[in-house]
C-alpha cells in the first residue's frame, strides 16, 4: 500500500470512528422538532434535553446528507477525486431539473398558457388566477410563435428558423440595457462627479474633511480617464497623471480584492458552522 | 527557508486558511462592531418610516450566498417588523421564495406572531425576466403579479390593494447576490425615478466595490458583504434589544458571530502576501 493511501485510510477511519463514538453518545447529526401552531420547527437544546422533543428522521437524513456532500466539495483542495465527481453531478443535475421545473410553473403556465387560455389553466393549475381573458391577449400569440421557431433548431431540417427568435431576443435586451446604461451608469455617473471641491457646512464654516473628500473622487477619476487616454503619449505631465491613475485603478483593485476574500470567508465560516454545530454538535 | 517557502505545497495554505477559520468558531471568538455611514444610512432609511409604510423586500440570493446575506437579511425583516411596516417580499432568483419563507418562519413566525398574513406581510414568490421584471412592476405592477406565492389572487389580499406600481413603496430593500441584483434595481427603479423610488441594499462582497460609485445619489444605503451585515446588527440589536435591556437571541448575532473568524483568516491572508512578496523580492534579488 502506498504510503499516501496508508494515511489516508487513517484518517477516514479515525473520522469514522470518531463519528460512530459520538452518534452513540451524543447522537451527533440528530435533529429533533417541536410541534407549534405554525408547524413542526427545530427543537430548542432545553426541549431535546428534557425529552420533550420528537426525532425527526427525514431532517436528520438531511443533515448527513448535506454534512457528506460539504466534505466531498471541500475534498477538491486536497485533489480532484470521485468524491467530488460525485457531488459535482449531483448539484448540476439537481440544479438543471429544478430550473426546468421551475421554468414550467412560472413562466410557462402563468405568463403564457395563463395568458392564452386563463379559465382552462385555472381549472388545473393555477386557482388564483383569474379565468377572464385580457383585452389584447391574442399578442401572446407571438411569444408562442417565437417560442415554436426557438425549439424548431432540435428538428432535422430547418434549423436556421431559430435564428429569428435569437435575433429579436438579442436586439431587445441590447436596446433596454443600453437605455438603461446610458441613464444610470453614464450620464447620471458623470452629475455625481460633479462636485464643489471646497465645501462649506451649514454655520459657514469650511468642511475639511468633505472638501478633502471632493477632492480625491474628482482627482481620481480624471487620473483614471487620462491613464485611458491614448491619443497623447504619457510623457511629462500626462504621464505623471496617468502613473496616479495607475494607483488610483491599483487601489481599487485591492478594495475589490478585499472584498472578495471577506466573501468567500464568510462562505466558509457558514459551512464550518454548519458541520461544528448542526451536524456534530461541537458548539 | 527560502527553498522551503518557495515550494511550499498551497494545501499547507489551504489547511492553515482552515483553521483560522474553524478555531474562532469553536472557541465563539467576537469582537465588537462600531457602525459605519452606510450601514447607519440603511439603519435610518428604515427607522424614518412611519408605522404602516409599504416596504418592498427583493430577495435576490441562493444558498450558496446565504452564509454571507442571510444575516443582514433577518436583521432588515425584524427591523421592519419592530417599525410595524408592511412587508411584500418579492424574489428574482428561482430559489429566493426559499430564503423569503426561511426568514419569515425565522423571524416574524417565531417572533412577530401577531403579524397577519396578507395585511401585515406577503409573499409574492419569485417572477422570472431579470430586469425585464423590474422594468415592468416600475409602472404596471399587476401585469406580472396577479397571485402570491401561494396562488391566491393579489385581488383577494387586502395589502396588495390599491398598488398601481413600485412607486407606491415608501422604501425598496435589495438583498442581492449578483445578476439581477441591486445593479438592476438602481438601473431600473432608482434611477428613471429619482423622487419617488428609494433603494436601500445589503450585497455580498464580489458585488460592492461595484455599486459604490451609485453612492448616494442612487443608493443612499448599502450594507457590504458580512462585515455591512454585522455593523447594522449592532444597530438594530443597540435600538431594539439593549436599550430595552435584553440580550439579542443568537439568530440576531450571525454576522457578529461570523466576523471572528474574519479577523483571524485576514490577519493569516496578509500575512501569507507579505510573504509571498517577500519570497518574491528575495528570487528576484537572488537572479544573475
Known amino acids: ?77 486536497y485533489r480532484d477525486n470521485p468524491f467530488y465527481k460525485f457531488a459535482e453531478a449531483v448539484v448540476v443535475g439537481v440544479s438543471a431539473a429544478y430550473w426546468m421545473v421551475v421554468a414550467f410553473w412560472t413562466t410557462l403556465i402563468p405568463n403564457l398558457l395563463g395568458k392564452l387560455w386563463p379559465a382552462w ?44 427568435p ?40 469650511f468642511d475639511f474633511w468633505t472638501s478633502l473628500r471632493h477632492v480625491l473622487i474628482v482627482g481620481s477619476i480624471l487620473a483614471s480617464l487620462v491613464y485611458f487616454f491614448f491619443s497623447i503619449e504619457h510623457k511629462g505631465v500626462i504621464g505623471k497623471v496617468s502613473k496616479v491613475g495607475i494607483w488610483v485603478l491599483m487601489i481599487t483593485f485591492g478594495a475589490a480584492f478585499g472584498y472578495t476574500v471577506m466573501g468567500r470567508i464568510a462562505l466558509l465560516a457558514i459551512r464550518l458552522e454548519f458541520l461544528f454545530h448542526d451536524w456534530l454538535g461541537l458548539t | 527557508m527560502y527553498e522551503f517557502l518557495k515550494n511550499l505545497d498551497r494545501r499547507w495554505v489551504f489547511l492553515m486558511m482552515l483553521l483560522a477559520v474553524a478555531v474562532p468558531i469553536l472557541f465563539r471568538a467576537q469582537f465588537p462592531e462600531r457602525p459605519t455611514g452606510l450601514a447607519r444610512a440603511v ?152 423622487d419617488k423610488i428609494r433603494i436601500v441594499a445589503g450585497c455580498t462582497g464580489v458585488q460592492a466595490p461595484l455599486l459604490y460609485p451609485y453612492i448616494p445619489q442612487q443608493l443612499p444605503g448599502l450594507l457590504g458583504a458580512i462585515k455591512g451585515a454585522a455593523e447594522y446588527e449592532e444597530l438594530v440589536v443597540q435600538k431594539y434589544d439593549r436599550k430595552k435591556g435584553r440580550q439579542p437571541a443568537a439568530k440576531y448575532q450571525e454576522a457578529k458571530r461570523r466576523m471572528g473568524p474574519q479577523l483571524v483568516a485576514h490577519l493569516l491572508m496578509i500575512g501569507l502576501i507579505v510573504l509571498g512578496n517577500v519570497v518574491f523580492f528575495m528570487e528576484r534579488s537572488r537572479r544573475p
Open chain 2, 43 to 194: 439603519f435610518d432609511e428604515i427607522e424614518k418610516l412611519p408605522a404602516g409604510s409599504r416596504v418592498l423586500l427583493a430577495f435576490d440570493f441562493d444558498p450558496a450566498s446565504e452564509g454571507e446575506l442571510g444575516p443582514m437579511a433577518t436583521m432588515v425583516v425584524r427591523h421592519c417588523c419592530e417599525k410595524k411596516l408592511k412587508m411584500y417580499f418579492i424574489a428574482l432568483w428561482p430559489v429566493g421564495p426559499q430564503m423569503i419563507d426561511d426568514v419569515i418562519h425565522k423571524v416574524i413566525l417565531s417572533d412577530f406572531p401577531e403579524l397577519v398574513y396578507g395585511e401585515d406581510y406577503v409573499n409574492l414568490g419569485f417572477k422570472p425576466g431579470n430586469e425585464g421584471v423590474i422594468k415592468v412592476i416600475v409602472t404596471d405592477w399587476k401585469q406580472l403579479y396577479t397571485t402570491d406565492d401561494r396562488g391566491t389572487n393579489i385581488d383577494q389580499i387586502p395589502m396588495c390593494r390599491g398598488i398601481e406600481n413600485i412607486q407606491s413603496m415608501d422604501l425598496v430593500i435589495n438583498v442581492s447576490a449578483g445578476y439581477p441584483g441591486t445593479k438592476e434595481w438602481v438601473q431600473y427603479a432608482a434611477t428613471p425615478y429619482p
Open chain 1, 1 to 77: 500500500m502506498k504510503r499516501e493511501t496508508l494515511i489516508w485510510t487513517v484518517v477516514l477511519v479515525a473520522a469514522g470512528l470518531f463519528l460512530a463514538y459520538r452518534s452513540a453518545t451524543n447522537g451527533v447529526g440528530h435533529v429533533y422538532v417541536d410541534q407549534t401552531d405554525i408547524g413542526w420547527r427545530t427543537a430548542s437544546p432545553e426541549n431535546v434535553v428534557a425529552g420533550t422533543a420528537a426525532f425527526s428522521l427525514s431532517r436528520t437524513v438531511g443533515t448527513w446528507v448535506a454534512a457528506l456532500f460539504t466534505l466531498c466539495i471541500l475534498s477538491f483542495l
Open chain 1, 166 to 205: 435569437l435575433a429579436f431576443t438579442i436586439g431587445a435586451f441590447a436596446g433596454l440595457r443600453m437605455v438603461s446604461f446610458i441613464q444610470a451608469d453614464f450620464l447620471s455617473q458623470i452629475r455625481n462627479s460633479i462636485l464643489p471641491l471646497i465645501v462649506f457646512a451649514e454655520n459657514g464654516a
Open chain 1, 121 to 164: 389553466i385555472q381549472s388545473w393549475a393555477m386557482p388564483g388566477l383569474s379565468s377572464v381573458r385580457e383585452p389584447l391577449w391574442y399578442l401572446y400569440l407571438v411569444p408562442l410563435g417565437l417560442g415554436v421557431m426557438l425549439l424548431w433548431r432540435l428538428a432535422p431540417k430547418g434549423a436556421w428558423i431559430s435564428r429569428w
